[in-house]
């Protein structure tokens, strides 16, 4: 009776231990796998993820499955990659290709211009030389509009000074708006904010460009900062023909042109190619406007990372 007893204990104590020693085994098997698959991630956000092979056992099939999904997630990262350049290539082509014919007609054109021509003939050359220097905006603004989007061409903000990004584009426009007797108002600030001071500038210029463009003479437009805890926004505000609500989510898409602004000059590209800008350094824009009131254009910039 006691050995039978004894046997039963050392029974259950062997099973114990062999439980025991399996739960072990499975865990150190988990975190065995655990860290192959912590290895794995680690190797495909640096970029240098490379396939192995596994055994197939219940936890290694896991592994199995997230090794197939990093290899297509890293031959799509590389066609990805191998098509930025194949754009990046073409959209250099088209920026070489184009530059030298433009150039040339815009040269021919201002000879012509130069010698003795009937005013029929002075009129057309005169329409030559405008259609000319629109083609060569459109063309520049399309090869900056792509490299922007595909990222080869990058933003570098830093936190720097609002005043002097401002000066510049008012020095700039100051011009322009005199010649439509529009007063150009900046706002001095000592406010600082994280921007890429000639991307945001070109970014400004656009906004303010627009306001002196639908501004009738006799107007006013007004660049003022005013600084929040996480943001600074400018505002430009004007007292231009404005629009409506319901356009108010479209001036923002490519070659979006109001019905009302369709006899002044314009591509329809500027503000898109500003909201890119903007948002390509953790920005946003928001514009308010009433038809015949003015508009305010508000980008708000981060005031650190």
């Known amino acids: 009776m006691l050995k039978g007893k004894i046997i039963l204990l050392v029974v259950i104590s062997l099973l114990a231990m062999g439980a025991i020693a399996a739960l072990l085994w499975q865990r150190w098997q988990f975190r065995q796998t655990m860290n192959r698959l912590l290895h794995m991630l680690d190797t495909a956000i640096d970029g240098n993820f490379k396939e ?47 530059k030298t014919p433009i ?46 989007e595909t990222g080869i061409l990058a933003v570098h903000p830093e936190k720097q000074s609002l005043q002097l990004m401002l000066e510049e584009v008012h020095g700039q426009l100051l011009p322009e708006a005199q010649r439509k007797n529009i007063q150009l108002q900046l706002e001095p600030t000592k406010e600082q904010a994280i921007f890429d001071p000639k991307w945001t500038a070109e970014a400004i210029a656009n906004l303010v460009d627009n306001a ?28 231009g023909i404005g629009f409506t609500e319901n356009e108010q989510a479209k001036i923002f898409t490519r070659f979006y042109r109001s019905a009302q602004v369709a006899q002044i000059e314009g591509l329809g590209i500027g503000l898109y190619i500003t909201r890119q800008i903007i948002a390509a350094q953790n920005g946003y824009m928001k514009v308010s406007s009433m038809p015949g009131q003015g508009s305010v254009f508000s980008v708000f910039l981060p005031r650190s990372n």
């Open 52 to 98: 192995e092979s596994y055994d197939e056992s219940l936890y290694s099939a896991i592994e199995n499955k997230m090794r197939d999904y990093l290899s297509a997630t890293e031959t799509s990262n590389q066609d990805i990659a191998a098509e930025k350049d194949e754009i990046k290539q073409l959209i250099a082509d088209i920026s070489h290709q184009t």
């Open 103 to 148: 150039a040339n007609l815009l040269l021919y054109g201002q000879l012509l211009a130069e010698q003795e021509l009937p005013e029929e003939s002075r009129r057309f050359v005169g329409e030559m030389n405008k259609q000319g220097e629109k083609l060569n905006f459109l063309i520049a603004a399309l090869v900056k509009l792509s490299r922007l």
């Open 212 to 239: 002196i463009k639908y501004t009738p003479s006799g107007g006013e437009i007004q660049i003022t900062v005013n600084a929040y805890e996480l943001f600074c926004r400018i505002d430009i505000a004007d007292t």
